[in-house]
């Protein structure tokens, strides 16, 4: 089977699309900590978990269709991509690993 581009391309896109979502998963959790605690809710923080869960998700996806392995794995990241301002990364990757399933163990 020749390799093409697309499992490459999307799981670039989905590493990418994960650094941000936890990027601002940590900064989100820090300042609303911060905020949080100065007005008496630090529980605020927590709003930055989902972020950097889903970014940690998408980056192990990413991973994942770098090596063409786990075809459910590499596209559960790319839908994780998908969820923030970076959405169209995300599309993007869900595209490109599902044109490239036949390339996957």
Do not use: D, H, N
């Not at 999307?10 to 609303?32: D, H, K, N, P, Q």
């Not at 459910?72 to 595209?95: E, F, M, N, T, V």
Request: hydrophobic share 60%.
């Amino acid at each position: 089977m020749e390799k093409t581009w697309k499992p490459t391309t999307a799981g670039i896109l989905s590493i990418i699309a994960g650094a941000i979502g936890v990027i601002s998963g940590i900064m989100v959790a820090a300042l609303g900590s911060v905020i949080g605690t100065f007005f008496g809710i630090a529980w605020t923080g927590a709003f930055g978990v989902p972020s950097l869960t889903l970014g940690i998700i998408a980056i192990v996806g990413g991973i994942y269709a770098l090596k063409r392995q786990v075809w459910g794995l590499a596209l559960a990241g790319s839908i994780c991509a998908l969820i923030g301002p970076w959405a169209i990364l995300g599309l993007l990757a869900i595209i490109f690993v599902s044109l490239g399933k036949s390339e996957f163990e």
